[in-house]
Structures are given as structure tokens and as C-alpha cells.
């Protein structure tokens, strides 16, 4: 059975991430940010959602695992932070709908969702800068990279929460995760 870690960063929706997961039937447990990332017994990360940089503990370690990793929010952005990307303050701020264009259709993560798809994010912080090796692979007119992915290093992220009812097939991103650890 496939087994995900859910890191949590302090997130108000940690707890639904990982029951996201276990509807999938994956073996799933949430951790501190705090455990060491070597013993971690995981086939993949999600790094969840949180309210800021300053709680992330070892969850940059996570990144080096030679698993699957998808950041959710917060998680996208420390993904984008430790590999020299850069993050800065959104325009729009807080939790809010927003349509984001899935701009590339052969992603492993978003890449099957509609073109149009609303979403639930919040846009306080954002990625302004993709790492080395990432590619943008949803926009939208509030945030210029609301999803990234570097499939050839199993790193992703989303600026919004799939694990929300406010957003439109979340659950597909989880089932795509699911795929892509399972194929790691």
C-alpha cells in the first residue's frame, strides 16, 4: 500500500489533506515539522499548507528524500524558497475563489484537470520565481504561478487547497500524486 506523509506546517487544512488521502485508500499519517527527515518511511511528502515561513522546522530536509514531494500553499513556497526560487507578498492577500488556466495539459499533476478550474487559495505569499529545472504549469489573473513542477525531480506544487470543498476536482490532484509516487 502506498504510504504519504503529510508534513504539517501549521495549516488549518492539514487535517482534511490527509483524510484526502485516506479516502484514496493510501496510508497516510501527519507529522511535525519538526521529524527528522530520515526517519520518515514514506513512497511520498505532501508539505502542507501553513501561515508562514517561520514554522517550517526540518521540512526543507524532506526535499532531499528520494521521494515524491508536493507542497500545498505554504509548501509550494518553501519548495520554491530552498531551491532558489523566490517568494514575496501577493496583491490579493487572503482566501479567496480564483480561476486558474492549466497551462500545461501533460503535467503529471494538474495536467488533467480542465483548462479552467476554480480554485480555493489564498495569495498572501506566492512564488515569483521558479526554481531551476521547474516549469509553470497553471496561471491565472491573480497569481502568475499558481502550480510548478519539476517531474524529472518528483517536486510539486499548487498555490491552492485541493483538500477544500471550494475547489473544483481536488481530488483528482491527490489521485494524480497518488499515480505519481506509485510510478517513483
Known sequence: MTRIVVIDLHGQFTHLER????????DTEIVSADAPAEELDADGIVLSGGPDMDRVGNAPDYLE?????????????????????AVGAGD????????VEIVDDDDPLV???APETRVWASHADEVTALPDGFARTATSDVCGIEAMSDPNADLYGVQWHPEVAHT???????????AVCESA
Open 111 to 113: 495536467g488533467s484537470l
Open 92 to 99: 490579493y492577500g487572503g482566501y479567496a475563489d480564483v480561476d
Open 168 to 178: 473544483e476536482r481536488g481530488e483528482e490532484v491527490f489521485e494524480n500524486f497518488v
Open 65 to 85: 528524500l528520494d521521494v515524491p514531494v508536493l507542497g500545498i500553499c505554504l509548501g509550494m513556497q518553501l519548495i520554491a524558497s530552498e531551491l532558489d526560487g
Open 19 to 26: 483524510r484526502a488521502l485516506r479516502d484514496l485508500g493510501v
